[in-house]
């Protein structure tokens, strides 16, 4: 092992603890531990945002993707991104905040009663175990690649890690580490961009049709690898808009904003860092097949690319990068998951404590967040890649989520007892779908656009539900009107940066054409 790798690693973990230490406080209410809600100033949130998303999890997942499909990777950070941000600052996010609601749950809860928020918080407690297993299987992997470690092993080291500044800081630390592990990241990204760039060029030169967006795509093909409708409605609207609006970590994030139309600009900041990041996660990896040469599978193209392209310090600052930024996603987790055990189930199961005891269940709550994550490890090694089993969660457990708040902001028909029904059957359909693809009943080109159409059908059933099916007297919440009306007014510095933002978004689609 590299002696650069035993200075740079444990410098870089050493940071982060001192980090999630000193974010400690003195805790008022469980509320403060668990969410930090209207607390922190707009970058630090802004950046938290960014990390969270832009983590390793999406490196290691959308470079995959990248070797696999070419820039078609860029899909996932501008249209599946860009438009469900926008959505969520100028319309999701007023409504909320308007109710005074803390989380999503809550907010569901106003609007369509008690089962309906029992109901969002299990599945996000659900989303939150997926996707810190698959967190760590992806630390398991880059520091067996890159270090030769054992695989097991270096997921432990890790968790180990994240629980200690999870416990010490809750989510203000998990905010405050994952802004430094971002920082990180970049510094470990952008020396292989340029490692690779000569080869990139080449590529670029002969205009093959893994250096375009659209071209190559069909209109309407479910059995080609992916194709427009998938790419425009399944990502595009249904999983960009229920991840975005929806995903209770996300949330979390924004809320910690201490005024409104700071929370409304934290997504937008974000985008335009979401969008610069792209280049330095796609463009390696459409390099990667012609690199590597099959030599790494693809969930390892970014890692392998490290060790192929870097000497030792920089090899050890990539493997920093990589490792900070996947636990900056595993500790987003961890404090959701808490949150949601604790707000949304145990305070009901052991109401009228003291807030001191609640804090303490959350405590308690992180490792066994950890623990149940690793059924979800050996659950990401039946997929060729990560993003492939991240798209499939969003598509089944949140896509009838959103259909269902998307209705009650709308209609002021949607009732309870509609919203529950339909996010069951959106999750019934969806992975009814699922096992039909995987038993080759419904013959998709590829699992991810088997996730596209699943997405579809989930939204759509969903959405049927929630508008046929008739109330029960004392099933709904307090919330009434759901119009578009009652959302806040956009200030014109929300308008320009919207505006500059699908504008941006716009003008690169069109010039990867």
Known sequence: MSPWVLVILPLCLAIVL????????????????????????????????LAYNCGSIEVIGISAMAAQYGVQGLHFYWVGGVPGMIFLSLVVLPIYMRTGARSLPEYLGMRFGPAVRLLNAVVSIIGTVCFAGVALYTLGQVLHVILGWNFLAGELACAAVVLVYVLAGGMRASIFTSVFQLFVMIAGLTPLLFFTVHFTAASWAQRSSRWHLWTPLPMFAPR????????????GFVISFSYWCTDFVMIQRTLTARTVEEARKVPLL??????????????????????????????????????????????????????????????????????????????????????????????????????LAQSA??????????????????AFLYAPVFAAVLVGVISRRATGRGAFAGICAGIVSALALEGAYRRGLAPFGSQMSA?????????????????????????????????????????????????????????????WW
Request: aromatic content about 10%.
């Open 18 to 49: 001192w980090t999630g230490w000193k974010s400690r406080r003195s805790w008022s209410s469980s509320n403060d531990y668990l969410n930090a809600s209207g607390s922190i100033s707009l970058w630090p949130a802004a950046l938290a945002f």
């Open 270 to 371: 974000a985008g335009f860092g979401k969008m610069a990041i792209a280049f330095l996660v796609v463009l390696p990896g459409v390099a990667a097949p012609g690199l590597l040469h099959g030599r790494a599978s693809f969930d390892q193209t970014m890692p392998a690319l490290m060790a192929l392209e870097f000497g030792p310090a920089l090899l050890a600052l990539g493997t920093a990068a990589l490792v900070a930024g996947l636990m900056a996603w595993l500790a987003g987790n961890v404090s959701g998951f808490s949150a949601l055990w604790v707000e949304e189930i145990y305070r009901r199961m052991r109401p009228n404590r003291s807030e001191r005891h609640y804090i303490h269940a959350g405590y308690l709550a992180a490792p066994v967040s950890l623990l």
């Open 377 to 394: 490890v050996y659950a990401t090694f039946s997929f060729r890649d990560v993003m492939e089993f991240l798209q499939l969660i969003v």
């Open 451 to 511: 996730n596209f159409y699943a997405a579809i059908l989930s939204f759509a059933v969903a959405t049927a539900i929630c508008l046929i099916t008739r109330d029960a007297p004392g099933q709904s919440g307090s919330i009434r009107d759901g119009s578009l009306r009652q959302a806040l007014h956009p200030s014109p510095a929300l308008v320009l940066l919207s505006a500059a933002l699908l504008g941006l978004c716009v003008l690169l689609n069109v010039v």
């Open 224 to 235: 080609a690898p992916l194709d427009c409708l998938g790419v425009l409605l399944g990502l």
